[in-house]
């Protein structure tokens, strides 16, 4: 990384690199178009004076709903040579969400393009700012970038604690909140990912989601520590996808959970090895099941480095190429450089080791302070330590055990059930292609257990009964066997592939469709 490590200021840090190798490429798409270091260093500096000319000023809030194409990222590289506050906003947000962060961060842009995937990003653009009684102005990119002249640009900016990109929450919840990061704490989030997986100056690494994801930056920025190719991908599709990485011999890919289990989807359904020159899939952002680990070792050939991220902390833990495979199989990893994670109970005691309690974690990757309706709120204790929301345990060698969400468990008859224990269980059935599980009011045991399931093409729609009797075949105790199933075409998601559970609740709180009786039960072989 060449002393890269140590740089805090984005802008500065593509300097660095474009200095260091100038002729080495960086970006390439799925078009065949590509760009070395210091063209992109050159041609951001050019958007930053074009943009300047075109009335963005430094320190205003830029928002930007682009999709994962090279002229996004100069663009926002050309946002942080002209030290803005970039908002990125994920394509698939409509006028709801995007009219919401808008507010939310006092934009005085908004940037995107005239249609993407058959929406008018335009349309709303312009609806959006009208609503806005005309503070917000819009800028369509359809065409080459802006540029203009450099020797009219101000300095760049030197400081990286301060706030530059405004992200909103993945929509769990009804009301997302702004987070704020800064450009260190975006680098520090990217140099644990560089560091646990191991890279070096001789992988290749992809961005195959949205670019407007905070793991966007994170992989832009593993690339420019590492000094190594970026390859991008505009919308996702497996089979486009491995075909492109194997082009470009790519050894470092992922994103989360589903990629893997496409990858394998399409891996199995070709006679010859589509990637070979990939070693390692990374990513997070849902759990990982077992099953699915050893799936992507036994048909890709490869191990996958699954962690724990955020969009508040990109990254706090990860597997890493020392791990064990049962470490890696049925952990989120151990902490990322420089993140510290904590256990607590109740009373905000640590737990010992082993013991489940809240996760609680500090460390330079962990955002600011989030924006709720314009007003800053720092939720981080006294320590500066900031709680995740998650229940999980800590084995002996510091990696951590995620058992689920605080908000997700279901309390069943006074006692606390994880759903993502459940949701492994399930997943390991040969008829279900999705799960979440869920908790439902019921008036003898409080919450029953729902599972939510998603069966794949050519199988028999599974009963509660044998659902039930498969879980405990498969040793999970009996009172933690779904007592009420649902079929779904699809579980709702997030754009980041998150499940959302309280669209599942709401939906099925007033009845089961199939549910066992109150006091069933079934032998537990355990």
Known sequence: MTGLHE????????????????????????VGRSMSFSRVRHTAEQVAAGLLAAGVEPGSVVSWQLPTRIDTVILSLALAR??????????????????????????????????????????????LAAASGDTVRVMVLDGPLPRGDVSRLPPPPSRGDEVRWIYTTSGTTSAPKGVCHSDASLISGALGLTI??????????????????????????????AGIKTVLMETFEAS????????????????????????????????????????????????????????????????????FGMTESPMITS???????????????????GCEVEIRDDAG??????????????????????????????????????????LGLSRPAGHLVLVGRSKDLIIRKGESLSPVEI??????????????????????????????????????????????EFCVEEGLSWFKAPEQVEIVDSLPKTPTLKTRKQELRDRFADGPAQAAAAGSQLPSRA
């Open 7 to 30: 740089v805090t200021v984005l802008w500065s840090m593509l300097e660095a690199r474009a200095l260091r190798s100038p002729d080495g490429v960086m970006l390439v798409d799925e």
């Open 82 to 127: 002209l030290d803005v506050v970039q908002n990125p906003i994920i394509p698939l947000y409509r006028r709801r969400e995007v009219g919401a962060m808008l507010r939310q961060c006092g934009a005085a842009w908004l940037l995107t393009v005239d249609t993407f995937r058959g929406f008018d990003h335009g349309s709303m653009a312009r609806e």
């Open 196 to 225: 646990a997986a191991g890279v070096t100056a001789d992988d290749v690494t992809s961005i195959l989601f949205p670019y407007a994801h905070i793991g966007g930056p994170d992989m832009l920025i593993t690339g420019l520590l």
């Open 240 to 307: 486009r996808a491995m075909s492109l990485l194997g082009l470009h011999g790519a050894t470092v890919s992922g994103g989360s959970t589903p990629f893997y289990a496409m990858f394998v989807a399409e891996q199995r359904s070709r006679s010859h090895l589509l990637v070979p020159s990939l070693r390692a899939l990374v990513g997070g952002g849902a759990p990982m099941p077992e099953a699915l680990y050893h799936e992507v070792e036994r048909v890709l050939g490869i191990t996958t480095l699954h962690g």
């Open 319 to 337: 597997g890493t190429v020392e791990d064990t495979v049962d470490q890696l199989a049925t952990t989120v990893g151990r902490p990322v450089e």
């Open 349 to 390: 005691d640590p737990c010992p080791t082993g013991v489940a309690g809240h996760v609680w974690i500090r460390g330079p990757m962990l955002f600011k302070h989030y924006l709720v309706d314009g007003d800053v709120v720092a939720p981080f204790d006294e320590g500066g330590w900031f709680s995740t929301g998650d």
């Open 423 to 468: 949701e492994e269980v399930i997943s390991a059935h040969p008829a279900i292609a999705d799960v979440a599980v869920i908790g439902v009011p019921d008036p003898d045991r409080g919450e029953r257990i729902c599972a939510v399931v998603q069966v794949r093409p050519g199988f028999a729609v599974p009963g509660v009964a044998s659902l039930r």
